[in-house]
């Protein structure tokens, strides 16, 4: 019992709006938007960009790609927002396009979630998404710190794909943690329901439906792509950087 008390602490937080009930200042915190920003940010990263400037609404985006000459993206609801150049799209930044460029980005979920927990004082800040699931691992398990794994969900609502991802990485960690929390267990235990069958599991969640209606199968079929891009975008000096 004393050595799982030295343990530290993991909690999964399924919405946003749940994010203030939990010690956010002394932990890691994990941002989740599986379909699809915090895929995006891997990739994007992966592929070379510079760095990420994630910002939470779409007036910042433009005043910051203006000051940065940075690749303005954003959409909300699925949608490239009016007076942004790009999507959201993972398939939007390979190499020949993004390498040491700054992309500054605004999403409908993922950044939103990325700037409450700095604002709630967030000890680090990284992004996880099944392409970087093995980096996120490693670097979780390197730390003797508290981690939450923040669910960026639907519009402060809960969704399966982000709590799935959650899951994975329970799976992967679990035994480092002292874990009392039953969000976790019910991730992790839905994760292992379903990760034998994920791309026919996933086109049942209502966030499918919701994207596919706008043609983005493929999109979200490579967000559920094991290590496809494996880098560790964590949040310094007002930007997401590749932490190698």
């Known amino acids: 019992m004393s050595e ?11 919405t946003p709006s749940l994010l ?17 920003a915090t895929s995006t940010m891997a990739t994007a990263l992966y592929n070379g960009a510079s760095k990420i400037i994630p910002v939470d609404s779409a007036e910042l985006c433009i005043e910051m790609g203006k000051q940065t000459g940075g690749i303005t993206a954003g ?13 959201n799209s993972p398939s939007e930044y390979p190499r020949s396009f993004i390498e040491n460029k700054t992309l500054v980005i605004t999403t409908t979920n993922g950044t939103k979630l990325l700037h409450m927990a700095l604002k709630q004082g967030a000890k680090e800040v990284i992004t996880g998404s099944f392409p ?19 669910c ?6 809960f969704n399966i794909e982000d709590t799935l991802f959650a899951g994975a990485v ?3 960690i679990k035994d480092q943690f002292t874990i009392h929390c ?11 329901m379903h990760k034998a069958d994920m791309p026919n599991y996933i086109k049942t969640l209502t966030h499918w439906h919701r994207l596919a209606a706008y043609g983005l199968e493929e999109d979200m079929l490579y967000c559920i ?8 975008p964590i949040f310094k000096n007002g930007s997401l950087i590749d932490l190698k």
Not at 4 to 14: A, E, F, N, R
Not at 20 to 36: M, P, Q
Not at 75 to 87: A, F, M, T, W
Not at 225 to 232: F, G, I, N, R, T
């Open 75 to 87: 959409e909300r609801d699925g949608k490239i927002i009016p007076g942004l150049s790009y999507g």
């Open 225 to 232: 792509s094991k290590d496809v891009a494996p880098s560790l």
């Open 182 to 192: 039953d969000s976790s267990y019910m991730a992790n235990n839905l994760y292992n």
């Open 4 to 14: 799982q008390k030295k343990k530290p602490s993991l909690h999964t937080v399924l």
């Open 20 to 36: 203030d009930l939990y010690e956010v200042n002394d932990s890691i915190v994990v941002i989740i938007d599986v379909f699809r």
């Open 132 to 150: 970087n699931l093995s980096k996120v691992v490693r670097f979780l398990k390197e730390q003797n710190a508290n981690i939450i794994l923040g």
């Open 170 to 172: 329970i799976e992967e």
């Open 152 to 157: 960026s969900g639907w519009k402060n609502r």
